[in-house]
């Protein structure tokens, strides 16, 4: 690549840096906050929990963690409620594969997940609303979690009190940079998807953009997902929370097919491999979640190991064959070196915040650390990095096909092109008449008085004779689908349609062309033979062998050229008679 290139790579590169840290800045900040319109309040102090036989108090509930909440664990939260001058209040907070019950003064206000542990299906993570009577200030608030997973959760969300649209409005922003994140990553998976097959079979051949597009449309699902962003427009958390977990077990086999697709896998067989076991894994568990038989939930650690050990594995192999190809240099030239590069940067950036991500969570979850507040901030920071970089790849893809198509015009400019006339040579010509089909007109054409210019003024004449025919030939054929000369004072013109009106007009023009260049020039003489014949200008049985259509156009340009011939034994004797007056004059 050359060094202009090389630079143009490294500005874009440092700007889709840099555009991803001001997203982040930008998107991650609460500067730009609505505020509320009244207020809200953590309830951080003054709870209560009970868990079977123990019960203690605790300073502050975000902070709280316990043993991980196994199925059928039951744990209990009591408060006195504040006052808050709002009418009417709510109790907002997050539930994880667990029923709740919410009682203020003894008395049910709420309950969710009843009907999923009743048929014996997964409890869906909600955020739970919970309207509280108008009288609640200085009453027991009773929030009772029943857990029906192993491995449920163990810790607690913020449980706030204030107006239902503030806290969702509160919610929202908080989550502002996964859900303008995870909109983009969809929006641009489903266009590559749309604009795949074009990308595919017109331009570049790179299979890996489709899967790369797959791998952008799971990240934005999941992202959305697991931010609970579908809940905000939708109340079928039960659908949401399955295509949750189905996203995050596909994205590993999607970023390995990537790998494979771009041809950045030396070791095939043992990606395949790993590919078909994944593959298996997630058909598996989701048709096992969706006969109810074993809940998808249920295979998320045996996930999170697979995942970070193929994450491992991947970036690993990408490292070193980078390494590898700027150590030998021998870049395969039909492989776009930049472009795949950037996209594999960005690949490695987000399989590492991922693993960042899973390791968080399982520390937070079996350490006592509050899992239910982990996040995957690293994973969206990566996405976002990984969006970008695909954009950027399709960029470099632009430029390297146009630099590619540029090298093969001038290639076959210089394998194809007359250099004398700048026409296309007899190797183009034959080239096209081979493949030609349809409907077509082929003029065969005769320059006249090239030998005779040769002999007598000099081959430099000749060449302008052979130059000035070849200009004639493109003004008077300018929808001509070839020009070409092929060889000596032979040219052959090949018109895309079957018109005699329109090829006699053309051939009309060629001969006041012809007649006018003659008019001003006193030494070259410019005439010619043609003939012509089209498609449909033979028997049946013959229609379509452009050879043939161009074998009878030259025996007809060859019954002009006899005529011709006989004229320029008259232009001999004048030229004759010219050259002794001038010497009679001296």
Same mark, same amino acid.
């Given at each position: 690549?050359?060094?202009?290139?090389?630079?143009?790579?490294?500005?874009?590169?440092?700007?889709?840096?840099?555009?991803?840290?001001?997203?982040?800045?930008?998107?991650?900040?609460?500067?730009?906050?609505?505020? &509320?319109?009244? $207020?809200?309040?953590?309830?951080?102090?003054?709870?209560?929990?009970?868990?079977?036989?123990?019960?203690?108090?605790?300073?502050?509930?975000?902070?709280?963690?316990?043993?991980?909440?196994?199925?059928?664990?039951?744990?209990?939260?009591?408060?006195?409620?504040?006052?808050?001058?709002?009418? $009417?209040?709510?109790?907002?907070?997050? =539930?994880?594969? =667990?029923?709740?019950?919410?009682?203020?003064? %003894?008395?049910?206000?709420?309950?969710? %997940?009843?009907?999923?542990?009743?048929?014996?299906?997964?409890?869906?993570?909600?955020?739970?609303?919970?309207?509280?009577?108008?009288?609640?200030?200085?009453?027991?608030?009773?929030?009772?979690?029943?857990?029906?997973?192993?491995?449920?959760?163990?810790?607690?969300?913020?449980?706030?009190?204030?107006?239902?649209?503030?806290?969702?409005?509160?919610?929202?922003?908080?989550?502002?940079? $996964?859900?303008?994140? %995870?909109?983009?990553?969809?929006?641009?998976?489903?266009?590559?998807?749309?604009?795949? $097959?074009?990308?595919?079979?017109?331009?570049?051949?790179?299979?890996?953009?489709?899967?790369?597009?797959?791998?952008?449309?799971?990240?934005?699902?999941?992202?959305?997902?697991?931010?609970?962003?579908?809940?905000?427009?939708?109340?079928?958390?039960?659908?949401?929370?399955?295509?949750?977990?189905? +996203?995050?077990?596909?994205?590993?086999?999607?970023?390995?097919?990537?790998?494979?697709?771009?041809?950045?896998?030396?070791?095939?067989?043992? %990606?395949?491999?790993?590919?078909?076991?994944?593959?298996?894994?997630?058909?598996?568990?989701?048709?096992?979640?969706?006969?109810?038989?074993?809940?998808?939930?249920?295979?998320?650690?045996?996930?999170?190991?697979?995942?970070?050990?193929?994450?491992?594995?991947?970036?690993?192999?990408?490292?070193?064959?980078?390494?590898?190809?700027?150590?030998? &240099?021998?870049?395969?030239?039909?492989?776009?070196?930049?472009?795949? &590069?950037?996209?594999?940067?960005?690949?490695?950036?987000?399989?590492?915040?991922?693993?960042?991500?899973?390791?968080?969570?399982?520390?937070?979850?079996?350490?006592?650390?509050?899992?239910?507040?982990?996040?995957?901030?690293?994973?969206?920071?990566?996405?976002?990095?990984?969006?970008?970089?695909?954009?950027?790849?399709?960029?470099?893809?632009?430029?390297?096909?146009?630099?590619?198509?540029?090298?093969?015009?001038?290639?076959?400019?210089?394998?194809?092109?007359?250099?004398?006339?700048?026409?296309?040579?007899?190797?183009?010509?034959?080239?096209?008449?081979?493949?030609?089909?349809?409907?077509?007109?082929?003029?065969?054409?005769?320059?006249?008085?090239?030998?005779?210019?040769?002999?007598?003024?000099?081959?430099?004449?000749?060449?302008?004779?052979?130059?000035?025919?070849?200009?004639?030939?493109?003004?008077?054929?300018?929808?001509?689908?070839?020009?070409?000369?092929?060889?000596?004072?032979?040219?052959?013109?090949?018109?895309?349609?079957?018109?005699? &009106?329109?090829?006699?007009?053309?051939?009309?023009?060629?001969?006041?062309?012809?007649?006018?260049?003659?008019?001003?020039?006193?030494?070259?003489?410019?005439?010619?033979?043609?003939?012509?014949? =089209?498609?449909?200008?033979?028997?049946?049985?013959?229609?379509?062998? +452009?050879?043939?259509?161009?074998?009878?156009?030259?025996?007809?340009?060859?019954?002009?050229?006899?005529?011709?011939?006989?004229?320029?034994?008259?232009?001999?004797?004048?030229?004759?008679?010219?050259?002794?007056?001038?010497?009679?004059?001296?």
């Amino acid at each position: 690549m050359k060094i202009r290139t090389r630079m143009q790579a490294a500005v874009l590169s440092i700007l889709a840096i840099a555009i991803t840290a001001a997203a982040v800045i930008f998107l991650g900040g609460d500067k730009y906050n609505t505020p &509320n319109r009244h $207020p809200v309040v953590q309830l951080e102090e003054g709870w209560t929990i009970h868990r079977g036989d123990s019960t203690y108090s605790v300073d502050k509930l975000s902070t709280t963690s316990f043993d991980i909440m196994n199925k059928y664990d039951t744990i209990t939260l009591v408060n006195t409620l504040p006052h808050l001058d709002l009418k $009417p209040a709510t109790i907002h907070f997050r =539930s994880f594969l =667990s029923t709740v019950d919410v009682y203020v003064d %003894g008395k049910k206000i709420y309950s969710y %997940g009843k009907e999923y542990a009743e048929k014996n299906k997964m409890i869906p993570k909600v955020q739970n609303y919970v309207p509280l009577p108008d009288n609640y200030a200085g009453k027991e608030i009773r929030i009772v979690f029943k857990s029906y997973e192993n491995n449920a959760f163990s810790g607690f969300t913020p449980i706030t009190l204030g107006d239902c649209e503030d806290i969702s409005m509160f919610l929202l922003q908080k989550h502002r940079l $996964p859900l303008v994140v %995870g909109v983009f990553m969809i929006v641009f998976g489903i266009l590559t998807l749309i604009l795949a $097959p074009y990308i595919i079979f017109y331009n570049f051949h790179d299979y890996s953009i489709i899967f790369s597009a797959f791998v952008t449309l799971i990240l934005g699902i999941y992202v959305l997902c697991f931010n609970d962003l579908f809940s905000q427009i939708s109340d079928k958390v039960g659908i949401f929370s399955f295509i949750e977990y189905l +996203a995050l077990f596909m994205i590993p086999g999607t970023i390995l097919a990537f790998v494979l697709a771009a041809n950045q896998l030396e070791q095939k067989y043992l %990606g395949y491999i790993i590919l078909i076991f994944n593959a298996m894994f997630v058909f598996g568990t989701a048709i096992m979640h969706i006969l109810n038989i074993c809940h998808i939930c249920a295979f998320v650690s045996w996930l999170h190991i697979l995942s970070i050990i193929e994450g491992v594995l991947v970036i690993s192999i990408l490292i070193v064959n980078t390494v590898k190809k700027y150590i030998s &240099n021998k870049e395969d030239l039909h492989k776009r070196f930049m472009s795949t &590069n950037v996209l594999l940067f960005g690949l490695i950036v987000t399989l590492l915040f991922s693993i960042i991500d899973i390791v968080k969570y399982n520390v937070f979850k079996y350490f006592g650390m509050e899992d239910i507040n982990a996040d995957i901030d690293f994973m969206t920071v990566g996405a976002l990095l990984f969006s970008i970089c695909l954009l950027l790849n399709y960029f470099y893809h632009c430029i390297e096909y146009i630099s590619e198509e540029t090298v093969k015009k001038q290639l076959e400019g210089l394998a194809y092109t007359d250099a004398l006339t700048g026409l296309f040579n007899r190797t183009k010509c034959e080239l096209t008449l081979a493949g030609l089909k349809g409907k077509y007109t082929i003029i065969s054409f005769d320059l006249d008085y090239l030998k005779y210019t040769n002999d007598n003024y000099g081959h430099a004449a000749g060449d302008e004779l052979l130059n000035g025919f070849a200009d004639l030939l493109r003004q008077s054929f300018f929808d001509a689908a070839i020009i070409g000369r092929m060889g000596g004072d032979e040219f052959i013109v090949i018109l895309p349609y079957v018109d005699d &009106n329109r090829t006699e007009n053309g051939l009309a023009l060629l001969t006041d062309l012809m007649i006018d260049k003659n008019e001003n020039e006193p030494v070259l003489r410019y005439s010619a033979s043609w003939g012509y014949a =089209s498609s449909e200008s033979l028997k049946p049985k013959l229609t379509g062998n +452009a050879q043939s259509v161009y074998l009878l156009a030259d025996k007809r340009m060859y019954t002009m050229k006899k005529i011709h011939h006989n004229e320029s034994l008259g232009r001999l004797y004048d030229d004759l008679m010219k050259n002794a007056a001038l010497k009679g004059g001296v």
